[in-house]
């Protein structure tokens, strides 16, 4: 009788250890399609994040609050604890208001693209422009891209965006100064219908207003 030849015949283990494998590469293929997607179909939204700013040898800052955006390059970044600070563009420029300083700084919005993670999500730029970005694989249940900055004069060594659903849910800001900002984004709303106060910004009375 002639013997069955089973080698060519995948046991179980390898084949779903194949399988897991194919599964895998797609899901961290999709990372950058999960941001223009994000950049294409959410025009507007609100919601909260958590920030943690880390440097070797110092004691982490942590800080929270809200955010709405409208597309294109409008957005409110709100900081209510442990201090409070707001970031207002218009869709022309960017105003950075520090409450306790009674200080505005005003910039051109284009200009600022990587001055905030509000900027770099939300900006008037579309981020290709202005980064190389590439997929970064996946980690904490979430599709990491990363934004390499195009200028030489950027404050960022990197940035990564890691993404669900096809938004944002964390991101990484790592600076040239060995400093690095961590974001999570909750109770994200996508396509509500905002009004068009909270992204017009007036200098309080007696602020020192400073253009950059």
Known sequence: MRELNTRS??????????????????????ALEQLRNFAAQVKSARGEFTQQVTREGRKPQQSRGQFLFARPGKFRWTYTQP????????GVKLFIYDKDLNQVTTRKLNQALDSSPAAILFGSQALE?????KDAGQRDGLDWVEAQP????????????GLKDDQPAAMELR???????????????????????PFRFVPPKGADVLEQ
Do not use: M
């Open 175 to 197: 600076d040239n100064f060995g400093q690095t900002t961590a974001l999570t984004f909750t109770r994200f709303e996508r396509n509500p219908a905002l009004p068009a106060e």
């Open 150 to 161: 195009k200028s030489k004069d950027s404050t960022f060594e990197k940035i990564l965006i």
């Open 129 to 133: 422009n202005v980064y190389t970005l």
């Open 9 to 30: 015949v995948p046991s179980l283990p390898s084949l779903a250890a194949f399988c897991f494998f194919v599964f895998s590469s797609f899901a961290h293929a999709d």
């Open 83 to 90: 201090y409070e600070q707001v970031l207002v563009a218009d």
